[in-house]
């Protein structure tokens, strides 16, 4: 198969992410004798800079990790909680059936900073000056402008100008967004991460105390305290048309930390597939794969009918099942057991036809009242303005991102392996805190405003993610880390990745680049919450008979441009070589190794 690079082989370490400088970071790190958790830490914070649009330190960090001669692949959850102050009372009386995409109502507490810390702490080997270098650097020095930058100011540009000054004095210098190709600073978060640096090696000791004393400042210190005065005394323009007050608040910081979870599995031949929990919807690939497993898959073509009807109707009853019963664990009783059991999802399978399915089909499980009255709720005569920067936009027609998330992976020599998914903050979500050059993200939006949901908002819950990092070991090894960014399309382009990699032999390149698609039949994770039953959009490059057909089994298909779905990348530890790859889409994923 034609492929648009090389897989790339290596024995030292690889590195691949969704921008060439935060690749080139991580890569540096190795180099200079850290490991992969290293390397991943300053790739994070790295990305946080030269991709505003799509993360910042105001956002989330779910990674899945497996530590070399470790038994068993670990969650690292840096999804932060609403706040305490928030309930569904609390909107109903400010009038609002669902939380804004954009401004402070939707703001949660920022959980990336505290899980990078963690993952350096406890897994790294490295100072805190050394891994926030290259970010700082970026930040104070300036980072070439990607086109993605430019145009997604340019859309908030009305907004910025007249209701978000704080960054339009940033983002808007001269009163028009930086160029594409020209060099861009923000010497005010470069001040913030180095002053925690100062401040946290002020004090002496041993590494693991001066990160625990950078956590302290976050959380509990200066930062804290200006995102707290920020949210009291701030009133901001938000996608509902009105000025809202944040609930967001020091406390809420000072009582959150990033914590571990046992992942979520499921065996699809010699793999072992693992992914984070309910708290995310994560576990949706792994249905997914429990529906199509037995159907001969690998006797599928990859750009056929068959297979793209197959993964289709079991992405619809996989995310449906998402919305009767995911939430966050400690809050929800979520039946994982049940919803990744063979005898369920054999029954699931049975609901495929040769025709494509139009409801919202939720499975029935004892115990469990299924409530989606909502979420089934046709949603689509609500239009959401790009200029009030909403929702969690992503790769879109013309094949390049408007707004989303990052990803990486990374594979050290040693064998320790990690796959990170940081996202939320981006530029577009709320307005710059002046005193910290960053502003925070719009996570709550993703609860719903019904008691009756798993997704229910609850004070203190954590939103159901879509954030969604991968790991699969294979013949019990630790094997493969991948994802991508693309909100609720993730489960469903990285499924295709691993369905093509284990059941159609493709190498990582080869299963990346392979013509894609992605379903909008269920309910969307973001504001609006709109849904589009039956619809299919799938990449310019598939056969014109695979077109016709879906078309012909019920399938409303979109054909977008050839190269316009997903930003995938991947690694593999293969006994002694370490393989990478990263998306060609968009022109700015790149993989690197050794």
């Known amino acids: 198969m034609f492929t648009t690079r090389p897989e790339l082989l290596g024995t030292f370490g690889v590195v691949a992410s969704t921008h060439?400088?935060?690749?080139?970071?991580?890569?540096?790190?190795?180099?200079?004798?850290?490991?992969?958790?290293?390397?991943?830490?300053?790739?994070?914070?790295?990305?946080?800079?030269?991709?505003?649009?799509?993360?910042?330190?105001?956002?989330?960090?779910?990674?899945i990790f497996h530590v070399a001669g470790e038994a068993a692949p670990r969650v690292l959850c840096g999804q932060g909680?609403?706040?305490?102050?928030?309930?569904?009372?609390?909107?109903?009386?400010?009038?609002?059936?669902?939380?804004?995409?954009?401004?402070?109502?939707?703001?949660?507490?920022p959980g990336a900073f505290d899980a990078w810390m963690t993952l350096l702490r406890n897994h790294g080997t490295m100072s805190l000056a050394d891994i926030l270098g290259p970010a700082?650097?970026?930040?104070?020095?300036?980072?070439?402008?990607?086109?993605?930058?430019?145009?997604?100011?340019?859309?908030?540009?009305?907004?910025?100008?007249?209701?978000?000054t704080t960054s339009a004095a940033l983002y808007l210098p001269g009163g028009k967004p930086p160029a594409p190709g020209s060099l861009f600073s923000n010497p005010v978060m470069a001040?913030?991460?180095?002053?925690?640096?100062?401040?946290?090696?002020?004090?002496?000791?041993?590494?693991?105390?001066?990160?625990?004393?950078?956590?302290?400042?976050?959380?509990?210190?200066?930062?804290?305290?200006?995102?707290?005065?920020?949210?009291?005394?701030?009133?901001?323009?938000?996608?509902?048309?009105?000025?809202?007050?944040?609930?967001?608040?020091?406390?809420?910081?000072?009582n959150w930390r990033a914590g571990y979870d046992a992942p979520a599995t499921y065996d699809y031949g010699r793999y072992t597939v693992c992914k984070a929990g309910p708290w995310s919807q994560g576990p949706t690939l792994l249905q997914m794969l429990a529906i199509l497993d037995g159907m001969d898959v690998a006797a599928m073509d990859p750009t056929g009918p068959d297979f793209v009807h197959a993964v289709v109707e079991a992405a619809k009853l996989a995310f449906a099942d998402r919305e009767a019963y995911y939430g966050d664990p400690d809050f929800v009783d979520v039946p994982m057991q049940q919803l990744l059991g063979?005898?369920?999802?054999?029954?699931?399978?049975?609901?495929?036809?040769?025709?494509?399915?139009?409801?919202?089909?939720?499975?029935?499980?004892?115990?469990?009242?299924?409530?989606?009255?909502?979420?089934?709720?046709?949603?689509?005569?609500?239009?959401?303005?790009?200029?009030?920067?909403?929702?969690?936009?992503?790769?879109?027609?013309?094949?390049?991102?408007?707004?989303?998330?990052?990803?990486?992976?990374?594979?050290?020599?040693?064998?320790?392996?990690?796959?990170?998914?940081?996202?939320g903050g981006w530029l577009q979500s709320s307005p710059i805190i002046p005193e910290l050059g960053f502003c925070l993200g719009n996570r709550g939006q993703m609860f719903w405003l019904d008691e009756n949901s798993p997704s229910a908002l609850v004070p203190n819950k954590r939103p159901r993610t879509t954030l969604s990092p991968s790991l699969a070991m294979r013949d019990g090894e630790p094997?493969?880390?991948?994802?991508?960014?693309?909100?609720?399309?993730?489960?469903?382009?990285?499924?295709?990745?691993?369905?093509?990699?284990?059941?159609?032999?493709?190498?990582?390149?080869?299963?990346?680049?392979?013509?894609?698609?992605?379903?909008?039949?269920?309910?969307?994770?973001?504001?609006?919450?709109?849904?589009?039953?039956?619809?299919?959009?799938?990449?310019?490059?598939?056969?014109?008979?695979?077109?016709?057909?879906?078309?012909?089994?019920?399938?409303?298909?979109?054909?977008?441009?050839?190269?316009?779905?997903?930003?995938?990348?991947?690694?593999?530890?293969?006994?002694?070589?370490?393989k990478a790859a990263a998306n060609p889409r968009g022109m700015q994923g790149y993989a690197a190794g050794r």
Request: overall charge negative; some cysteine; charged content about 25%.
């Open 20 to 63: 060439w400088l935060g690749t080139a970071t991580g890569m540096a790190i190795l180099e200079k004798g850290g490991n992969a958790f290293d390397a991943a830490v300053a790739t994070g914070f790295a990305l946080q800079v030269v991709e505003p649009h799509l993360n910042g330190p105001g956002g989330d960090m779910p990674a």
């Open 81 to 109: 909680p609403i706040p305490a102050a928030a309930s569904i009372g609390k909107f109903s009386n400010l009038g609002l059936d669902l939380i804004p995409g954009s401004g402070l109502l939707c703001a949660v507490v």
């Open 136 to 164: 700082i650097a970026f930040a104070r020095d300036g980072y070439p402008v990607v086109p993605r930058i430019t145009a997604t100011i340019d859309t908030v540009r009305e907004l910025f100008t007249n209701e978000w």
């Open 191 to 254: 001040e913030t991460y180095a002053r925690i640096v100062r401040e946290a090696d002020a004090g002496g000791g041993s590494r693991e105390a001066r990160i625990d004393r950078a956590r302290e400042i976050w959380s509990r210190g200066w930062v804290a305290e200006t995102i707290d005065r920020f949210f009291r005394t701030e009133e901001v323009m938000d996608v509902s048309g009105r000025r809202h007050r944040g609930l967001l608040t020091g406390d809420d910081m000072a």
């Open 342 to 423: 063979a005898p369920y999802n054999a029954g699931r399978r049975s609901q495929i036809t040769g025709e494509a399915s139009a409801d919202l089909r939720p499975g029935t499980l004892d115990g469990y009242r299924v409530a989606i009255e909502k979420a089934t709720a046709d949603r689509s005569n609500v239009v959401a303005s790009a200029s009030m920067g909403v929702g969690e936009p992503t790769v879109a027609k013309t094949g390049v991102s408007t707004g989303d998330t990052v990803h990486l992976d990374i594979i050290d020599r040693h064998g320790n392996m990690i796959s990170c998914t940081p996202s």
């Open 479 to 578: 094997y493969m880390v991948f994802g991508t960014p693309g909100g609720d399309q993730q489960e469903q382009w990285s499924a295709l990745m691993f369905l093509h990699h284990a059941d159609h032999g493709m190498n990582l390149q080869e299963a990346i680049d392979c013509p894609a698609f992605h379903t909008e039949h269920f309910p969307s994770s973001f504001w609006p919450r709109s849904r589009s039953p039956k619809k299919v959009v799938v990449e310019g490059r598939f056969p014109e008979a695979t077109v016709a057909e879906l078309k012909r089994r019920g399938h409303d298909v979109e054909v977008g441009d050839d190269w316009s779905e997903g930003r995938l990348t991947g690694a593999v530890r293969d006994g002694g070589l370490l």
